[in-house]
C-alpha cells in the first residue's frame, strides 16, 4: 500500500472515530443489524422444547412434530459495488466523483471492520472488473482499500446486468450491499429489482453540482467520457440553459424511478459536500423505518 493511500485510511480511521462520538457507528448499526439467529437445520420435537419453533408445514408432511434449529449469526456480510466508469472522472469542485466514491467506500470498509462485519467488493463498468470473497480482519480491509485506489479498468462505459448477474452467482446468504455510482446508464430497474429480492440494497448517488446547474461561458466542447463522443456548444445561450436543465431533471426523476420501483434504498451526496452528513441522515431515517 503506497503512502498516500496509507495516509487516506488513517485520516477516515481519525474521522470515523470522531463522528462515533456523534452517533455514526450507532447509527450504522442499528440501520445495519443483523438478524441475530439464522436459520440451520429441523430437528424432531422433544418435550421441553420451545412450540413457536416448530415448522408446521414439516410436521405435516411428516405426521410428528419437527422444529426448526437455528444457530446465532455471526455478523453480516457487505458488499461494496464500486462504479469504476469513466464517467466517474468527472468533477468541477475540489475532488471529482471517483475520489467522493473512493472516500466513501473506504469509510465504509473500516465500518464494517469495527463491527467486525464480513466485507466483499465488486468493481464494475459494463461488466465485473475486480470480485473480492467476503471476509473480515484488518488485512483483508486494508487490501480492499488498496483494490478501490489503485485498480485500472479496463472498461469506460457503464451496465449493470452483469456485474449483478455475477453476485447472485456468488452470495450463497443475504447481504447489505452498497452500490455506488453516478448511475449515467441505461435502464436498470429489472437487473437491480431480481437483486433486491433476496439482498438489502442501498444505492448512493453521486453528482457533481455542474451536473444540475451549468455556468455560462460561451462557446466550449464537451466530451462525453465513456463514449468519447464530441460536441460544440454555446453554453451562454438561453437555449442550451433551458435544454440542459430540462436533460438534468428527466436524468434525476428517471434515475429516482428506477430506484424507487426496484424497492431500494437510496440518497445523493454531492462533491462538494460532507460525505458523513448524508449518510448519517439516510442511517437515522433507516432505523425509524426498522
Not at 120 to 141: A, I, N
Not at 171 to 197: A, G, T, V, W
Not at 234 to 253: A, G, L
Amino acid at each position: 500500500m503506497n503512502s498516500e493511500i496509507l495516509k487516506t485510511v488513517l485520516k477516515l480511521r481519525f474521522l470515523l472515530a470522531k463522528k462515533s462520538k456523534r452517533s455514526f457507528m450507532g447509527a450504522y448499526r442499528s440501520a445495519f443489524r443483523g438478524s441475530g439467529l439464522t436459520f440451520s437445520d429441523f430437528r424432531e420435537y422433544t418435550d421441553g422444547d420451545d412450540v413457536r419453533s416448530i415448522s408446521w408445514p414439516l410436521t405435516a408432511k411428516m405426521r410428528k412434530p419437527y422444529i426448526k434449529m437455528f444457530e446465532e449469526d455471526r455478523g453480516s456480510t457487505f458488499v461494496l459495488m464500486v462504479d469504476v466508469s469513466a464517467s466517474s472522472a468527472f468533477g468541477t469542485q475540489n475532488r471529482n466523483k471517483k475520489e467522493v466514491i473512493h472516500q466513501l467506500a473506504s469509510l465504509l470498509a473500516l465500518a464494517t471492520e469495527q463491527n467486525h462485519d464480513q466485507l466483499s467488493l465488486l468493481l464494475f463498468s459494463d461488466r465485473t472488473e475486480h470480485y473480492v470473497p467476503p471476509k473480515k480482519g484488518r488485512t483483508h480491509t486494508l487490501r480492499i482499500i488498496r483494490d478501490i485506489y489503485n485498480f485500472k479498468p479496463k472498461s469506460r462505459k457503464t451496465n449493470l446486468t452483469e456485474p449483478f448477474r455475477h453476485l447472485e452467482n456468488v452470495l450463497k446468504k443475504r447481504c447489505y450491499i452498497f452500490l455506488l455510482s453516478d448511475f449515467i446508464m441505461d435502464n436498470f430497474e429489472q437487473p437491480i429489482r431480481r437483486l433486491r429480492h433476496k439482498h438489502d440494497v442501498t444505492a448512493i448517488v453521486i453528482q457533481d453540482p455542474l451536473e444540475q446547474n451549468f455556468p455560462k461561458l460561451g462557446l466550449m466542447d464537451l466530451e462525453d467520457m465513456e463514449s468519447g463522443r464530441r460536441i460544440t456548444v454555446d453554453s451562454s445561450s438561453s437555449y442550451f440553459q433551458e435544454q440542459y436543465h430540462i436533460m438534468t431533471k428527466d436524468h434525476k426523476k428517471k434515475i429516482e424511478k428506477q430506484l424507487q420501483k426496484s424497492g431500494v434504498d437510496y440518497f445523493y451526496i454531492q462533491t462538494n459536500e460532507d460525505i458523513f452528513k448524508p449518510f448519517i441522515q439516510f442511517m437515522q431515517k433507516k432505523n425509524k423505518a426498522n
